[in-house]
């Protein structure tokens, strides 16, 4: 079993829609949890950190389960500019350098 | 402005031929890292470093050597010995060695063996 696993999608909607995607990882000590978006060809970039009450970032809502071991990225509104791979990325050590990364979910938002 | 710089952003290289990647940053930040990234796969660490002449391995980091003689720079060269070294190579840094979250992450190399 991957240590973070991922959807790879594509995930394909509509302007305005409302989207979600999952991440399981398998190590229950992991300790952070994050959301990078990458844009095609491009560099990751953090788009939120993900707390274990929940939180939110304007349109951006992510959730951690620690029981069920997964991470969840809800976003609504979809706007175009929101297609891109997003990457469910997990600390298992409390270092950047034990950071787990999974494959991303594509999504692609369309007029 | 502050960030990382990677070059050069192609590559292209004959099967038993060296290759070096430069990466600088000017964001004072101690620690950095080189990660590379294939179709399907998430991205895999390859060696970091988390202060000046001082690095260590990552998960797969045969087949490539890297230094850290200056704060600023730490490069990566691809040898011979590396299998299979056609990737999307990221170097990232973090403020601190023992940061937990944020990476940040030059624009990246993409290195194709002919």
């Known amino acids: 079993r991957k240590e973070v696993e991922q959807d790879p999608g594509p995930f394909n909607v509509p302007e305005g829609a409302t989207v979600a995607f999952n991440c399981t990882y398998s190590?229950?000590?992991?300790?952070?949890f994050f959301w990078y978006r990458q844009d095609c060809r491009k560099e990751p970039k953090l788009l939120m950190s993900?707390?274990?009450s929940g939180n939110e970032d304007g349109r951006f809502t992510a959730q951690l389960n620690r029981a069920s071991q997964y991470i969840s990225l809800l976003i609504r509104d979809s706007k175009l500019s929101d297609s891109a791979t997003y990457l469910c990325?997990?600390?298992?050590?409390?270092?950047?350098?034990?950071?787990?990364f999974g494959t991303g979910t594509r999504l692609q938002v369309t007029l | 402005d502050g960030g990382i710089t990677q070059s050069p952003k192609y590559l292209f290289r004959k099967e038993g031929q060296n290759v070096t990647l430069s990466c600088e940053q000017n964001?004072?930040?101690?620690?950095m890292y080189w990660y590379r990234q294939d179709p399907g796969q998430g991205l895999r660490l390859i060696y970091y470093?988390?202060?000046?002449?001082?690095?260590q391995k990552g998960d797969i980091a045969e087949g490539y050597s890297v230094s850290r003689e200056k704060k600023e720079s730490f490069p990566l060269t691809v040898t011979s010995a590396q299998k299979n070294p056609t990737a999307f190579y990221l170097c990232?840094?973090?403020?601190?060695?023992?940061?937990?979250?944020?990476?940040?992450f030059g624009e990246g190399s993409r290195l194709t063996v002919l």
């Open positions: 993900v707390y274990s």
């Open positions: 990325v997990v600390n298992s050590a409390g270092t950047a350098s034990k950071l787990t």
């Open positions: 190590n229950s000590a992991s300790q952070s």
């Open positions: 470093s988390q202060i000046v002449n001082d690095f």
């Open positions: 964001l004072n930040h101690d620690a």
């Open positions: 990232a840094s973090t403020p601190r060695a023992g940061s937990k979250g944020e990476l940040f």
